[in-house]
């Protein structure tokens, strides 16, 4: 398998699939494409994803682009890896939470952007505060209901915390205090988790 993604320390939608291909442990390569420049987008292009968009997953004969496309390709690919919950109900809710992520919380990314270098505290927008605290409010409910067993929002590792380890690094590089938002404590400790996995850890790292 081979995965087209951006830079590190920016790219928060290349974050998400690598994530996950660490996380099942199948061999892959990686293809970087620095962003930000005139010549970006060609170069994707040229690379092989027809969007001119980053990610892109090759793995054979298949070719898909889109984050959370590239990562349900990898949930059915290696279904042992319980890339989503077993459960039922439990994994609806992860998917509805892997696709809140992706559809939503424009401004949020839109105003703190990825750039996982960055420490600074800034005032930020209302709209801003209304996407931190559903955010909140979504991770404490989901690790209340499906938390037990394990540090991640439905107690072991699923796509969805691939989903929101992005928005963990947004909330360090611009000084949220998620205590602020209506966190009691459970979201910051779910927080501290994402940043502390070792495929994290290694993706920083390289930043």
Request: hydrophobic share 45%; aromatic share 10%.
């Amino acid at each position: 398998m081979e995965i087209l993604i951006g830079d590190k320390r920016y790219s928060s939608w290349s974050m998400r699939p690598w994530l996950v291909l660490k996380h099942v442990g199948a061999p892959f390569s990686e293809t970087l494409i620095r962003l930000r420049r005139p010549e970006s987008r060609s170069e994707i292009l040229a690379a092989g994803s027809p969007t001119g968009q980053v990610p892109f997953l090759r793995d054979g004969a298949v070719a898909v682009g889109d984050s959370l496309a590239i990562c349900e390709y990898l949930a059915e690919r290696f279904p042992e890896a319980g890339l989503w919950p077993r459960d039922l109900t439990a994994r609806t809710a992860a998917r509805f939470a892997a696709a809140e992520m992706h559809a939503g919380f424009h401004s949020l990314r839109g105003e703190c952007s990825m750039d996982l270098k960055l420490r600074e505290t800034m005032t930020l927008s209302e709209a801003t505060h209304e996407d931190i605290r559903r955010i909140v409010q979504l991770l404490s409910d989901l690790r209340e209901r499906f938390g037990e067993g394990g540090p991640f929002l439905f107690g072991a590792w699923t796509i969805a915390d691939a989903f929101y380890t992005p928005v963990a690094t947004r909330f360090r590089s611009y000084g949220v205090k998620l205590s602020d938002f209506g966190d009691r404590g459970a979201c910051a400790t779910y927080i501290e988790a994402l940043l502390e996995t070792p495929a994290f850890r290694a993706w920083e790292a390289e930043a």
